[in-house]
């Protein structure tokens, strides 16, 4: 850790251990719940949402993510969707809660924001920023963390680009006002968290324990772990 004074973590299958398709079922379940009294069909909403997710991860910086996905949503299901953006919210805040039963526990996820900040370290949640703030704040609470127990937590909202762009990660940096070689990245996808990390310039650890690697990148060149491995490497137990 020597000469770093930013940890950045991502928040799914990281701090938060969970099957992402596992995950995606139960919240796109949920989510289709609470759009059919609206007259929206379950496959007909996912396809859009996903169509959505697609324009965010391509996003240009021209645009926050938010913007973008609306846009993008909108497009596949309608203008008069846009109407329903504060039930969606409401949805993030309530329903969402359900899909909790599809992650697992990680008391060392506290443990380890904790520790790294009275150590004086900066902590960044550095989730992708594919859900709405309230989205995020919601899954935090399943590890008892809060987006105040961060020094900066991405979202739809406040960010133009998506992982696995490194400018998402220089965009972060920029918010920060840290230079790339202060920061690590603990993740969990080798694309998304190890390479796009890397590429911007920042060291990286990857999290074994839920690890991803869907284009079968070499991962051997990266620090990497279970997070009870992590903990230690990074001097916190």
Excluded at 148 to 167: H, I, M, R, W
Excluded at 227 to 236: D, K, S, T, V
Aim: hydrophobic share 40%; proline share 5%; charged share 20%.
């Amino acid at each position: 850790m020597e000469g770093i004074t930013a940890v950045l973590f991502d928040l799914d299958g990281t701090l938060l251990p969970m099957s992402t398709e596992e995950f995606t079922g139960a919240y796109f379940r949920l989510l289709a719940q609470k759009a059919a009294p609206y007259g929206y069909e379950p496959k007909t909403l996912v396809d859009a949402v996903w169509k959505g997710t697609k324009a965010m991860v391509e996003n240009d910086g021209s645009m926050e993510n938010d913007a973008r996905f609306w846009q993008a949503f909108a497009w596949e299901l309608g203008e008069d969707i846009r109407k329903l953006r504060p039930v969606f919210d409401q949805f993030y805040a309530q329903e969402f809660h359900g899909a909790k039963a599809a992650t697992q526990a990680n008391p060392l996820a506290k443990e380890a924001v904790e520790g790294l900040k009275a150590r004086g370290y900066e902590v960044v949640l550095a989730t992708n920023p594919l859900f709405p703030a309230v989205g995020v704040a919601t899954r935090l609470s399943w590890i008892g963390l809060e987006p105040g127990d961060f020094q900066l937590v991405t979202s739809y909202e406040n960010c133009s680009y998506c992982k696995p762009n490194p400018a998402y990660f220089s965009q972060v940096l920029e918010r920060l006002g840290k230079r790339a070689e202060e920061c690590l990245m603990v993740g969990n996808d080798v694309r998304e968290d190890g390479l796009a990390a890397r590429q911007a310039g920042l060291s990286v650890y990857l999290i074994t324990d839920c690890l991803e690697n869907a284009g079968g990148a070499e991962a051997s060149g990266f620090a990497q772990g279970s997070f009870p491995e992590f903990m230690e490497w990074a001097g916190l137990a």
